[in-house]
């Protein structure tokens, strides 16, 4: 007489709780990000087992991109879902992005580059250190939507966003979407800083943190990171944070979790 066994959780399956892990959660929390942009853009968004890919059809930096929710099996798999991203993508223009938690297979004989490995960093709920200075402004009106953006296009900077539209990377839309909050600081009435927050899946994720070459060195980003950490005082912090700006996030008391695979693809426009 044999007794039957259930099968051994793998930690992605999509019935699993958010509270499984922290990177399940982040996972989750990251693809709804991108969604969130793509869908006040107009853009296309598509969800299954494996993935979820937003895409605006049109160039928007790292916020057309695809999230894998669960590591693959075989090679194969991995190049069928590409071979299914790349055709559902093909038509549009400007940088695709793949987002792997997992080291993944190599895509440059397909016309893909590697971005390198953000790591992902998060920070437990704790008080906030007082950062002196003026608190940055929240974002309420597409006027002021607008202003957050062209720090954002011009900070990075966003080449293939230049020269700046309103409404290409941030449609105003999101200022209905209440898990998204805006913040902008100025200086001498211009816009120098802007930051950004994402609330979902129990995670309260720096969207977004860019400070303009006038305003740097006067503290902005400091009190960006104050004013999104005091927001949401009792959830966990999570984002995506490059080489440069991790020392910076460590001391704010953020530690580095695992580091992604980041590749892109470039889409042309046809004549």
Known sequence: MSTATAPLATGWEPDLADDDSLCLRWLRHWSAQLAAFAGAGGGRVVRDERHVLADLGRPASFFNGAVLLAPWRGDAAFFDLVDEMEARTARGTGAFYLWSLWPTPDLSARGWELDGHPPLMVRPPAPAEPVAGPEPDCVRT?????????????????????????????????????????????????????????????????????????????????????????????LWHAGVFSDSSRPGAERAGFVPVVRHTLWHRSRQETS
């Open 142 to 234: 597409a006027a002021e939507l607008a202003a957050w953006e062209r720090v954002v296009v011009e900070g990075y900077p966003m080449v293939d966003l230049q020269p700046f539209r309103p409404g290409t990377l941030a449609g105003p839309a999101l200022l209905d979407d209440p898990r998204l909050r805006f913040w902008t600081t100025a200086a001498r009435g211009t816009p120098v800083a802007a930051s950004a927050q994402f609330v979902a899946h129990g995670l309260a994720g720096f969207a977004m943190g860019v400070t303009l070459p006038a305003g740097r060195r006067a503290g902005h980003w400091w009190r960006h990171v104050r004013a999104r950490l005091a927001a949401e005082p009792s």
